[in-house]
């Protein structure tokens, strides 16, 4: 049954460690996500451009001046984290939908939240990561002092897999609808609003030389609650729009 | 107790049910109503500082409490339909987000009347309002996501795992924008400033909220009803139903 498509041919593997424990299973998830998105550099590469160009529209559109920029720039690396991670998003779970790579998996009697949890560290790894690493240039480009570079990297690290984790429920919400991007963002963007807070607040605290570590406790609690509840969330979503 | 609730799951007999249970809470909305605007208007002091402003308190406040409740039992009921897949759990949820969602443009929109005698403008980043911003919001995502699906149970179901993540979700905004807006404001002017109401305004308020709360159940079963018979419209019933009004 496997075989004859390439995004599907590591069920095989997957079938082999079904009797084994779920770790493993869940590393080949990931492995095979991997697989698929190596093969199209897009996912990498879409998001980060996306990022980078709304970032760069701020100058233009608000002000080029160096001090308000700092002044914004937690804010628009937020919001611009926000928009890109929801636009990688679809990439993971769209095709595998519509080939029906998915229904594969659940017949082979792997769990929702697995796939669920792979896709969303895949869909980090893939996307949340490097918009991470640019972080960095960005802030430089925006003036912020080298304080709030680091907060920025440290808060975008907690919080862009809650934003993968909280965005996957959103994404196995829509799947297969017809407008699914427009509804997608309807319904995650306001999920995602404790991350945008307290992510924008820890880069702002600590570029004016306040404490910042209430607010990465906090984003750090939003990771193990989302760690913890988004994968069933989003398996319970997936097998909606499966059946 | 069983039997009771079987009966419940039955749209045929809750349609029956709530047709007798409506002319008094129609009665009851409209009396209770009608003691709150007395009370309200009539018998309740202006605020020595907002004048007579602050009779907007008495729609404003219900309505935001509503707006949430509407969610609580849009939620919960959604999650009864998702796990023992009762249909008449979800007609109860979906027939609850369109009020939940009026109520909460409701308390935005006197929010902002209240606002300009009292801030001096009709928008202000305040905690509350910001919260029921967002609120309406995801009312509205329910109702969008509601409507983008063909299949009425799968549209059932992803709209009801949706209405539960909002409501892991409420208190964690809520706190977040609260977190946020002291933050960001050093003295926000609260609303309540005054620490013990006045009893004659408490009276008038209370009688609102309980107002409220029965109009909103009225509103819901005349919701209900007309959901029923949107979806059951092919079964027997519905049809003697139909034709028993037209002869």
Redesign the interface.
Known sequence: MSDSNNSTNVHSNIDDSKNENGKSQLVSLIKREMAVVMRSQSEFVYPLAFFVIVTSLFPLAVTPDPVQLAFIAPGVLWVAVLLSVLMSLNNFYQADFEEGGLEQLLVCGVAGHQIVLAKSIANWLASGLPLVIVTPLIGYLFNLDPQGIKIAVVSLLIGTPVLSLIGS?GMC??LG????GV?LT??V???F??VL??GS?AVQAASSGLDYSGQLA?LLA?LI?SLL?APF?GS??MK??ID | MWIWFYQMASPKWFYQFTDKLLPWFRGSTLVLMLIGLALGLLFSPADYQQGNTVRIMYIHVPAAFLSMFAYVVMAISGAIGFVWRIKMAHIVSVSCAPIGAIFTLLALITGAIWGKPTWGTYWEWDARLTSELILFFLYIGFMALHNAFDDRTSADRASAVLALVGLVNIPIIHFSVEWWNTLHQGATISKFEKPSMDADMLKALLVFIVAFQVYFFTVLMQRIKSEIIKREKMTGWVKKLVEGKAS
């Open positions: 429920i919400l829509t609808l017809r407008n699914g509804l309807l319904l963007l306001p999920l609003i404790p807070i307290f607040s906090i939003l609650l509840l969330a319970a979503a909606i729009s």
